[in-house]
Every structure is written in structure tokens, then in C-alpha cells.
């Protein structure tokens, strides 16, 4: 790795079903309609010295779909329920304050007047264009998901944890009360950047034109991993069978570069990574490893065009192995000057005897 580059890191689906209320034979619908309350967004894991959350607010212009099971009395297995919701693309209505099928522009889903509803929930609902969403008993599946190449087009896939045994007590005279809690994890990893210059260097501008991660797989297969005994438990949610080694996600977007200070700053209306989980050395595959390349130019202010440079690093030797579920990864990049100095040194002189003597 390049001295002049430090990097610091902190560890801060097609196949749908159709859309249809297949009801239950016993299940008498009431007069309530199914909504949502705001979701919960929660990461996997945290790493140490993280504060904050990963994301806890979900977007009101973000759809997100929605499966149910019916149960005649609770959750006992996943295959003894019934079909509900299939699914069921939801989207926010503002003067309601919550998540339905009818904003979205599909049909109203009301509650069973016995029994109870097993939900499960993915978002966003256009992740089925990126690849096959399955509800199992073993939770999402998500088969061969794709990133997309451009990073400004990335989003957050999120599956939820599951909702047990859900049911709205009658009489109500409202077509709606209450909402179903959805708590939404990500499925993916993040990467953010930082940039800042090792010092202040006088009369010269240091400026990062284009930040990559390089070499990263951008297609796999995800799994929930639930255990299906009455009282599932996220246990070990995977992806697996990565393929497809992307040219490189570039973060940065502002036309002119970032201009660096001494002060670590987030990049300026930044591209927002969001990466496949996976082993950041590919040995095992083809050689290659996940890397970060930097490109950025000295400006001395004498020279009629700035000096190009450009710089990388393997992430798998920073410390990271692997990019973790639900992880966001901060890299702070400090791009360090060396003064240009001299050592000036002199050949010896070479005597050289001159005969015969001049006489005068």
C-alpha cells in the first residue's frame, strides 16, 4: 500500500406471486382494513465503537411488499397456514399516516374477523426487477440478486423479521385501526467515504477526483435462515454463491473533485454504495481482490495543468475480511504530500598534471 495513501476504517428479488386475497374458507373478513405502521429499520450487527443506527427512519416515497399467512388460531408451523397476502406491493398514504395495498393501487386487504395473520415483509417492492423473492418457511430468499453498476442506482434490500399471530379485535366501526409493526433489516453491506489531506501543504490544492471499489461480486443468493419451530429466530441469514466481479462503484459525483482540507469530511452529495456481502479476497475464484482506487490531483499552483495521481488499496489488507450483513463501512482517506528536497553533491576534481613546464 502507498504511504502517501492512509485509509482508516470504522465499522460503523422474478418470480412473484400474483397479487390476490386468496381468503381463507373459515376466515370472514371484517369491516377493518390491513395497514402498516412505519417501519423499524435495525442493522444485523453492530461493530464496536459504532454509535447510532445504521438507518432507523423508512422513507414515506419507499414502497415496500408484504406477505400473510392464516392461521385458525396461532402459528404453529409455516406450511399449516393458508395463503392471505401474496406479495402485496404497499405504499404510504399521507393523510392516514401509514402503509396499505390501496395507495399502492392494489386492492384493500381487511382482517379475518377469527383467527390470526403471520406477516413477513421485503423492501423496496421493485427489488423483484434485480431478482426471484420467495416466503418460506425458512424465511426471504432473494436468487440472484443483482447490484446494480451504477451506484447511483443502488438501494437497500431488506427483509423483515417475522410478525406472529396478528389479529384486530371487533367491534370497529373504521375501515382502519392500528397497524401491523414491521421491523426491517438490511441485507446487504454499505460503504461510505471520507477524505482529508495529512496536513496543510502551502500553495498547493490536493483534490480526489473519482473514489472506486473495484473487483467486488455483484450477484448472489440470499437466505433468511428462520427456523421454523413456533418461535423463530433469525439465526444465521447468508448469502451465497457470489459471481460476477464489477469493473468498480464509483463514489464520488461532484464534477469538480472534493477539495481537501485537514479535517475529515463525508464527499459531497456522495454515490451511495451499497455492496454485495462477501469475502473481500477472491483468491479462492480467480486472484483478484476487492480494492479501493483513488484518483486525485496536485495542483502547486505553477504548473499550467494539475498533476494527476492515482492510488490503491486491497481491502483485505486493511483488516477487513469480509463485508458483513447489515454492516456499514467508513473509510477515511488521508492523502499525504512529500516535499520535494535536494542533496546536493559535487564530483571530486580530477587532477591532471600539465608538462612540459611553460617557461617564460
Known sequence: MNKNLLMAIAVGAALTGCVKNETANDAVTSKAKIGFEAPVVSGITRGTGVTG?????????ENFSVYARYYQATYTTFDAGTSYMDNVETAYETSDNYWD???AGGQAYYWPKVG???????SPSRATNDC??????????????????????????????????????????????????INFKHALSSIVFKVKAAEAYDNHTIT??????KNAYDTGNFDQKLED?????TTAPVWEAQTNENAG??????????????????????NPIIILPQATDHTASDGNKVAIEVVYTIDNGTTPTPVEQKHSAYVSDLSIDEFEIGKRYTFTLSIGLHKITFSPKVDPWIDEVVTPDIEL
Do not use: C
Open 132 to 181: 426471484t423473492v420467495t416466503w418460506e418457511a425458512s424465511g426471504f430468499k432473494f436468487t440472484g440478486f443483482k447490484v446494480k453498476e451504477n451506484p447511483a442506482q443502488h438501494y437497500d434490500l431488506m427483509f423483515s423479521e417475522r410478525v406472529y399471530d396478528k389479529s384486530h379485535d371487533e367491534p370497529s366501526s373504521t375501515s382502519y385501526a392500528g397497524g401491523v409493526d
Open 249 to 270: 462503484y464509483e463514489a464520488v459525483t461532484k464534477a469538480d473533485g472534493e477539495v481537501l482540507t485537514t479535517t475529515a469530511a463525508p464527499l459531497t452529495n456522495p
Open 116 to 122: 390470526s395473520l403471520t406477516f413477513g415483509a421485503y
Open 53 to 61: 443506527e445504521i438507518g432507523t427512519t423508512y422513507h414515506t416515497n
Open 208 to 213: 480526489v477526483k473519482s473514489i472506486k471499489v
Open 101 to 103: 395495498s390501496e395507495n
Open 229 to 233: 419451530n413456533g418461535t423463530a429466530k
